[in-house]
């Protein structure tokens, strides 16, 4: 038990690896929220009166909202007058023409990040693989690359501001089609502030040539951030998507409310992955990012696809419920999930899967682990609705516990109004098994890599999921959290 | 044209009860009224009725048949005979087993079940057992003394006519069931006919090594209203062991609570609940592990037809200090039928790290390849329905150990199954 202790302290003790600050000017709007922010944003942005309008309607719903309260999850009162909405890099105004322009300081921040920026192979020896990288540096997207080579295939990947301008059809055709205005307290609030965020349209028929990668990075103090992602994919399509994140180290808390949108249309498959290592707050509970997302795909067309895998390891909050829509017959829906909670984190994460298509069929894989005084909740909703005659789901939600202090739960809704359709669910809590343990140590191989070996392998169906870049990200972040713990 | 019940009416009730009240009652009054003045009837926005919108029902017109079913007669047992929510005396025998009226008990100025009553695994902020506990008027006090095995059943039989002008504030009834260390005994709830709006609390304190087997049997007509909650403590070493069958109603609802708040204490539930038409049929458990090294076991089949909704919630909580909790639910159901709804809600809160929880939920329907091979026999297909509806079913009724019991729960899912079992899927 002492050793327990001591390994379980040092877990604790782990400082944030990626906790810096960098220096950047930031052009600001004035603190608080009112409708001359929003119209701030919106002339910053140069943006058409259409989108104003839907920002402002959305801002008076939102004054008419309350926080939702339902979710295990403990905090103060959030004060959303004492935040920042806007903040851009200085050099907004005179864009960089290429990469030699952009603020040195602003590529030293990406490469301790480890984003290659420049157009290179990814990793080395494997033929031809490329990422393209669409670099949130707060709020505004500073370079893009890869442009010109997803272009030739009729890719559109970019800011969504700049999207706003070089295709405005389509953005108007489909934003807040998957999540209206008026879905949630947080997704109400995004839809009136969202500053920046990506945009992707996949034309029928193309297999997208990389995987798209955006990475997020929360800067400027108390500036909440509000990306707003969309993806399309016409029929027939195919792409990936990560996203990863990691944010300096800070006392006050920050809000960060995103709205992600996936549309797939008949035949059409997203990928969307996301690694989440953002601060989580000191051993002692202090500071963390606040991270209330919304993220929601639709599988408009038959057979059509969407799979969210996701990592989450950081924030002090995470509330956040990737879901799929299963519109289309034959659609398919996925949830992988790995979510590691330690010190005082607090997670409440799952997923909603909605069947109303025939024969449409979903896939949850859940793995909370909590440790120290975390707490790790799953909540997931699995709704068939009376015309999805066939339907398919499969939950797995399994828990460890690392410490006596932490918590795990499980809480799932299912909800069935066809006969025809079948559901699966199950759930286990655990903490690590003293005879694997015990199998491992009797083979000469220490403590912390038996752990790391056993959490590893209860990860293992997640993990896969994952494309190759961000399988060896993720795997190093479950090794960091796990570095010196034991059952 | 009734009454509708309503929270003004009930406050009013409550503040007449409150002013004939014994001191020790009175305070016990002050303290649920209070509570449920707060919260009010449960509707679905309170999360854990979000399946069952209470105040919704109620305001809602019900259809009493004529012909009710009669209720079952358990030979060999002492009868607490509760007609329109009244007990009547000339019907029942259960003073032979020491048992005496709730009235009774609640009228005396001293009674030694004072400090028991309301406090057996409390739900401070329970609005249905807060309202029970305000305006509860009759039921049943049983005190099993230490080492005693009552031989004989008791048996709570609630009939109701539907027709209950007396009281538009409906009726709560109050079992309050205490079993000394090695005291054993049986309970076999029994709920027929079509209450206007009752609620129903028992309430079951198990004292170190003392077992309960408990049978209850919800039979109710369609127009039945009533939402019950079992409510209880485990001590060390003690075992519950509850059976629930249940029909549904136009509101049927039971609630299990139970703590298991000794050492080596052991609760098992298994249920079946069979709901046709437009009924309603809720079973709500919750498995708090307060202690190290207890156990629990839920295990809940379901059949559904017509346009009906089941819903099941189930909770494990394990308290940090309960390690080696081992708790496990299993929840399935089977839909027959294209308006049918089940919503299943199994939920696990878990603050102890050495402990093994498990659950699991699936939802169906009969299978085409077994169905097939009885049709392919010459067996009709109705009656082939009827045969696996029994063997999904049968598992559960299984594991009530009186014969008396079990045939009485057998015959009731017989002649609900000849009543609905055949309903053809397919053809809707």
């Known amino acids: 038990m002492s050793e327990e202790t001591d390994t379980l302290q040092d877990l604790a003790d782990q400082k944030y690896k990626y906790g810096f600050v960098s220096e950047i000017e930031s052009d600001f709007a004035p603190k608080g929220l009112n409708e001359d922010v929003i119209r701030f944003i919106s002339a910053k942005k140069d943006e058409p009166d259409w989108l104003l309008q839907y920002r402002l309607d959305a801002y008076r719903r939102w004054l008419t909202l309350e926080e939702p309260t339902w979710a295990k999850l403990d905090y103060p009162r959030i004060d959303f007058q004492d935040a920042y909405y806007y903040a851009a890099p200085k050099s907004d105004s005179d864009k960089p023409k290429s990469i030699d322009e952009v603020d040195p300081e602003l590529l030293r921040v990406y490469e301790k990040l480890g984003i290659p920026l420049h157009e290179q192979e990814v990793l080395a020896g494997v033929e031809q693989r490329k990422v393209a990288v669409d670099a949130v540096f707060d709020s505004v997207s500073v370079v893009t690359t890869f442009k010109e080579e997803l272009s030739k295939v009729g890719v559109i990947f970019c800011p969504i501001s700049e999207a706003l301008k070089t295709h405005p059809e389509l953005v108007k055709q489909y934003l807040g089609t998957v999540v209206p205005a008026s879905d949630n307290f947080y997704a109400t609030l995004n839809a009136a502030v969202f500053s920046e965020g990506s945009f992707v349209y996949i034309p029928p028929g193309v297999r997208c040539p990389m995987e798209l990668s955006t990475y997020f990075r929360i800067n400027a103090a108390k500036s909440g951030q509000f990306e707003r992602t969309l993806i399309i994919a016409d029929k027939g399509s195919y792409v990936s998507y990560l996203e990863g994140c990691t944010a300096p180290q800070r006392d006050e808390n920050q809000l960060h409310a995103a709205v992600v949108e996936l549309i797939a249309m008949e035949d059409a498959e997203i990928k969307y992955s996301t690694v989440q290592n953002w601060y989580p707050g000191d051993e002692n509970g202090k500071g963390g990012i606040y991270n209330f997302v919304t993220k929601r795909g639709d599988c408009r067309g038959d057979r059509s696809k969407i799979s969210w895998t996701q990592v989450e390891t950081g924030s002090a909050i995470t509330w956040k419920y990737p879901s799929c829509v299963l519109r289309g017959d034959n659609s398919v829906g996925e949830f992988y999930s790995i979510a590691i909670a330690n010190n005082f984190q607090q997670a409440d994460t799952g997923t909603k899967m909605l069947h109303l298509g025939k024969n449409t069929s979903s896939r949850i894989i859940s793995k909370g682990i909590s440790a120290g005084k975390a707490q790790n909740t799953y909540r997931g909703l699995v709704s068939i609705h009376a015309k999805a005659d066939g339907a398919r789901n499969f939950t797995q939600c399994d828990s460890l516990l690392l410490g006596d202090q932490c918590g795990a739960h499980t809480v799932p809704y299912i909800q069935s109004r066809n006969p025809k359709a079948i559901l699966e669910h199950e759930a286990t809590t655990s903490k690590i098994s003293d005879d694997q343990l015990f199998y491992c140590l009797s083979r000469g191989i220490p403590t912390e890599e038996a752990v790391a070996l056993i959490v590893n392998g209860f990860c293992r169906e997640v993990l896969q999921q994952l494309p190759m870049e961000f399988a060896v990200e993720a795997q190093k972040l479950v090794g960091i959290s796990l570095e010196g713990s034991v059952g | ?428």
């Open chain 2, 1 to 428: 044209m009734a009454k509708v019940v309503s929270l003004d009416n009930l406050l009013a009730s409550v503040a007449a009860r409150r002013s004939e009240a014994a001191p020790w009652l009175g305070a016990l009054i002050d303290a649920a009224s209070e509570k449920f003045a707060h919260v009010g009837l449960p509707n679905r926005r309170i999360e854990a009725w979000r399946y069952s919108d209470l105040a919704k029902a109620l305001h809602e017109t019900v259809k009493v048949e004529s012909d009710l079913d009669a209720p079952p007669a358990l030979a060999e047992a002492c009868v607490a005979a509760f007609e329109n929510g009244v007990l009547d005396d000339s019907k029942s025998s259960y003073c032979a087993m020491g048992a005496q009226s709730l009235r009774k008990v609640l009228a005396e100025k001293d009674s030694p079940f004072a400090g028991i009553i309301g406090r057996i695994n409390p739900q401070a902020d329970h609005p249905i057992i807060n309202l029970n506990t305000a305006l509860m008027e009759e039921g049943l006090v049983l005190h099993v003394p230490k080492g005693v095995t009552l031989a004989t059943p008791l048996h709570l039989r609630f009939n109701w006519s539907g027709v209950d002008a007396a009281s538009a504030d409906g009726r709560h009834l109050r079992i309050l069931v205490v079993l000394d260390e090695d005291a054993e005994a049986t309970l076999f709830e029994s709920h027929d006919g079509a209450p206007s709006f009752a609620t129903v609390v028992t309430e079951l304190s198990l004292a170190p090594n003392s077992k309960l087997t408990h049978v209850r049997l919800e039979n109710f007509a369609a127009a039945a209203r009533q939402t019950a909650a079992t409510v209880g403590s485990v001590g060390e070493k003690a075992a519950y062991r509850g059976f629930y069958f249940s029909q549904g109603g136009h509101f049927a609802r039971h609630e299990a609570l139970m703590k298991l708040a000794g050492e080596e204490a052991d609760a098992r539930i298994d249920a079946a609940y069979m709901v046709a038409d437009k009924r309603h049929c809720d079973n709500t458990t919750v498995m708090d592990h307060a202690v190290p090294n207890t156990t629990s076991t839920q295990v809940f089949r379901g059949v559904l037809a017509g346009s009906s909704r089941g819903v099941y919630q189930g909770c494990v909580k394990v308290a940090q200090a309960a390690q080696k909790t081992d708790a496990r639910q299993l929840s399935r159901a089977m839909l027959l039928s294209h308006r049918a709804e089940i919503v299943t809600k199994p939920e696990l809160e878990i603050f102890a790290d050495d402990v093994k929880c498990s659950h699991g939920a699936t939802a169906g329907e009969l299978d085409a390849n077994a169905l097939f091979f009885l049709r392919a026999r010459g067996i009709p297909e109705a009656e082939a329905r009827a045969m696996l509806v029994e063997a999904f079913l049968i598992e559960a009724m299984d594991t009530v150990e009186n014969e008396a019991m079990r045939a009485i729960v057998i015959a009731c899912a017989h002649t609900w199954m000849l009543r609905h079992a055949g309903e053809a899927s397919h053809v809707e």
